[in-house]
């Protein structure tokens, strides 16, 4: 697959259509620390620290500290962002699913365990199954969780390894999109 180039956007690709996802580079605090967490998980050094799905009308929603929003697109102007535009043959119907999914997880909170989860996976801990259940129970998500979800929820596999949505990185959709 060849490197993908980022696109700095004020309103997504000509070609952009609800149901596709973007990834996104942060640059504040949180993307720093977040850029170090994939770093730590074994993700390598990845660019990109959040995700989001695109629903359409300049809106997405992501998984936010407070619980996942519906946000205007325009919060990332000037942000580099990939978008997987063009990269997955998806139906209407599947696109639509996508899209309600995500609204459907709007208030959706998420929390330090999910990033337990995350490290205990990685290294293989005991407590790992126990978190992921619990965080798999409680329906917190993180922002590369929240878009891997969705996918499924459509009947979409993005990952051919079977892993748990939970499992996913923002770092891992960007490697999915080429970066």
């Known amino acids: 697959m060849a490197e ?3 696109t700095f956007v004020t309103s997504p690709p000509a070609t952009a259509r609800p149901g596709d996802f973007a990834v996104v580079r942060m640059r504040d605090y949180a993307g720093r620390l977040i850029r170090i967490g994939q770093w730590l998980n074994g993700d390598g050094y990845s660019d990109y620290e ?3 799905v695109f629903v359409g009308d300049g809106q997405l929603v992501e998984a936010q500290p407070g619980g996942a929003e519906l946000r205007p697109l325009s919060v990332y102007d000037g942000h580099a962002t990939l978008w997987s535009t063009g990269r997955f043959d998806l139906t209407e119907e599947q696109r639509t699913a996508v899209v309600a999914a995500a609204r459907g997880y709007i208030g959706v ?3 330090v365990l ?3 989860a995350l490290a205990s996976h990685r290294l293989h801990l005991p407590i790992g199954p126990l978190i992921k259940g619990y965080v798999a129970d ?3 998500m993180i922002c590369s969780q929240l878009v891997d979800q969705c996918y499924q929820d459509a ?3 993005l990952f051919s ?4 949505p939970g499992y996913v990185t923002p770092a891992d959709l960007a490697r999915l999109l080429g970066a």
């Open 4 to 6: 993908a180039t980022p």
């Open 50 to 52: 959040h995700a989001f």
């Open 109 to 111: 909170p998420y929390s």
């Open 114 to 116: 999910d990033y337990v």
């Open 138 to 140: 409680s329906r917190h």
């Open 155 to 157: 009947g979409v596999q």
């Open 161 to 164: 390894d079977g892993r748990w």
